[in-house]
C-alpha cells in the first residue's frame, strides 16, 4: 500500500536555513546539510528546500547547498524558490536535486511547466500554488505570496496537470505561519479537481493537523516549523499518524 | 572493479551517481561514461532511465553504437546489469508512452500504462510502497519482505514470463516492480533514492 508522505521544509536563504512567519520576520537558524542530514536519519520521507527570497536575490548558493545535501540524503530531494527557466531546472537537477517546483514562472509562463516535464520527465516538475481565500474562491499569488494575480486557484490546477505537472504542492497563505492546521477546503478542494497528487503545505501546528491534512485527500503533507523548533520529531508524527490508522513508512 | 552507469543523456542521473559513489566508496571504481569502449571493459553496467519511455528510447539510438554494445554486453557476453525505472521498462519488447515504441526485446512483454481505475487512484503512482518478495533474487540479499521502495512511475513493464518478476507492489493493481533474468536485473522503484535499504540493493548488485 502506497505510504502517505511526510516532508519537512527547510526554508534557505543565502544558503542557510530560516522559517519564516507569513513570508517575512525572517530568524537564521542552521545549516541546511545538516538539517536535511537529520531529517532523513529520522525517518523524513523527502525533504524540500524552498529558497525563500531567491525571486529577487542573488541564488547561487542554493546549488551548493543541493549538491552537499544530495551526497548525503538518499530520499528525495525537492527545490523550488526563484525558478524562472528550463536551464534554472536543469541546473538544479544536476546538482543533485529530484524534483524542482515552480511557482511563479509557471504562472508567468506555463510553456515553462510543458517543456520542462517534456525533457525531463513529470516526475521532477512540481508546481507551488500559492492561494488565497478571496471571497468564496481561491485566488493564487506569486513571488513569495507578495503578488496578486487573480487567477482561480482551481482552474490553475487544472491547467498545470495538463501542461505536464508530476505533482502539486499547495500552500494556503491564509495559514501559512499561523500554526492554525491547513486549509481544509482549498485542499480538499484542488485534490479532488486533479488526479495527481498533492501535497498540503501551510499551517501546520499540532499532530492532528497533519492527519487533517492527509483525510482532505492530499497524498502528502508538508511542515516546517514544527519539525525545525523541535516541537515534534518525524518519528513522533509518524506514530501518532500511525496510531490513527493513517498509513505511514515507519 | 569497474561499474559503468550509462549517461545517456536520459534526464537527471546525479542522484543514481551520488548513490553508487556513496555505496563504492573507494573499493570499486564507478565510471559515468557512453564511451562504448569503457562499457564493453566495465564488469557491470546501470541502465538508468528518467521522462517517458520513448525519450529514453530515442536517446540510446542517438548514442550510434550503443545499443549493440549493451546487446553484446547484456546478452551475449551475460555481465550484470541493473535497469532502474525507465531503465528497467526499456527490458521489453514495446513500451505504449506517448506513441507505440520498439525497446531492447531482452525480455518479452509491454510496458504500459497502470490501470488507475477510472482516476480513483492519482498517477504517477509517487512515494514509498512496500515490495512483496515473490521470487529469490541476488538483489535481495539481506532485504525483508514488505521493506519500503520510493516509487514514481505512471507506466508498468509487464514481462511474458511471469516466472521473471521477483517483487510487485499493491497500488491500483499488483504492479511489476522487479525483475530477474539471469544476470539482468531491473527495478521499477528508485534504490538510489529508498534511502539505506535502497542502498543495500545498491551495494548487492556491485558485489554479485
Redesign the interface.
Known sequence: ?????IIPCLDVKNGRVVKGINFVDLQDAGDPVEQAKIY?DGGA?EICFLDITASNENRDTIYDVVERT??NC???LTVGGGVRTVEDINKL??????KVSINTAAVQNSKVVEESS???????IVVAIDAKKNGERWEIFTHGGRNSTGINAIEFANKMEKCGA??LLVTSMDKDGTQSGYDIELMTTISSNV???VIASGGVGTLDHLAEGIKSGA??VLAASIFHYGTYSITEVKQYLASKDIPV?I | MNVTIVDYNS??I??VI??F??VAKDKVNIEVTSDLNKIKSSDKVVLPG???FK?CVDALNNISGLVDTLNEFAINNKKPLLGICVGLQMFADVGFEETETMGLGWISGKVSKID?QN?KY?????????INIVKDSKIFKDIENNS?M?????YEFVPEDKKLISATT??SSSIVCSIEKENIFGTQFHP?????I??QIIENFINL
Do not use: T
Open positions: 500500500m502506497l505510504k502517505n508522505r532523513s520521507d544530495s551526497k538518499f530520499v528525495p537537477l544536476n546538482c543533485g536535486a529530484d517534456k525533457k525531463f520527465g513529470s516526475q521532477c508530476g505533482e488526479n495527481i497528487p497524498s502528502a513508512r | 534526464g537527471n546525479s542522484s551520488n548513490s559513489k556513496e528518467q521522462g517517458s525519450s488507475n482516476g492519482k498517477l504517477p503512482h509517487i512515494g514509498w510502497n512496500e519500503h520510493y516509487f514514481v512511475h505512471s499493491e497500488y538510489e533514492k529508498s534511502d539505506k535502497g542502498l
